[in-house]
């Protein structure tokens, strides 16, 4: 979801926002930086475990040319 998109508190196009739902349970949101998510199968990651319920991502930025990440 942008930032543009959500009424809780004013919008900055720096940020987006990461939802999750599942019924019966309340949407969870989670803020983070408006820049593009690497979707390599080396770095991007989800899955679903119906068993125990849970689910898990993990996703890395893409780094941007001539930018450093420690």
């Known amino acids: 979801m942008s930032a543009f998109e959500q009424r809780v508190e004013p919008a900055d196009k720096a940020?987006?926002?990461?939802?999750?739902?599942?019924?019966?349970y309340e949407?969870?949101?989670f803020k983070i930086p408006n820049e593009e998510v690497d979707r390599d199968p080396r770095t991007f990651f989800s899955s679903w475990d119906a068993?125990?319920?849970?689910y898990t991502l993990a996703l890395r930025?893409?780094?941007k040319a001539g930018e450093k990440r420690y």
């Open 61 to 63: 930025f893409r780094v």
């Open 27 to 29: 949407t969870v949101a």
């Open 51 to 54: 068993e125990r319920r849970v």
């Open 15 to 24: 940020w987006q926002y990461l939802l999750f739902a599942a019924e019966p």
